[in-house]
């Protein structure tokens, strides 16, 4: 019976992280744009979400944005971590027992933890190559669509 409320809580809690979702309160990515072909997209996970979700969330933004403006390409021209570090504070608890006319009263106090938010922010240049055409760093948006937009996780 104990594994599998361990399990709930497990499957629960994997369910948390950040889906692939316009940015909101939980986090998200988006993309903004600079100038005629350079984009910034920008990824922002909870706790529960790792480096490598919010890495394949802002490839996947690059690659959709980069097919929304009639590209084939992007180049990553510059690129940020954005993480935030939060500090969550747990609630102290006392729990009195009573043995004839004795109380027992035990204390544990609050406990303060530390936990990363994933952030990453990447500049992109959109570039629209023939098929016979290559530009160095260039990185196929159709290809990204499909390897990395197959395990994302879709909010």
Not at 116 to 133: F, T
Not at 138 to 146: G, L, P, T
């Amino acid at each position: 019976m104990k594994l599998w409320g361990i399990a709930a809580v497990a499957l629960m809690l994997a369910g948390c992280g950040t889906k692939y979702q316009d940015m909101g309160f939980t986090g998200g990515v988006a993309a903004e744009q600079i100038s005629s072909d350079t984009w910034r997209i920008v990824s922002r996970g909870n706790a529960y979400t790792s480096a490598e979700t919010v890495q394949d969330y802002v490839l996947l933004k690059a690659a959709e944005t980069t097919q929304a403006q009639g590209g084939t390409h992007f180049v990553i021209v510059g690129e940020n971590q954005a993480n935030q570090a939060v500090q969550i504070t747990s609630g102290g608890s006392a729990q009195t027992t009573f043995s004839g006319n004795t109380a027992y009263t035990s204390y544990s106090p609050p406990v303060t933890s530390t936990v990363i938010k994933p952030g990453q922010n990447v500049y992109i240049k959109v570039l629209r190559l023939g098929p016979s055409q290559q530009a160095q760093g260039a990185i196929s948006a159709a290809e990204i669509v499909q390897f990395t937009g197959a395990r994302v996780k879709r909010g």
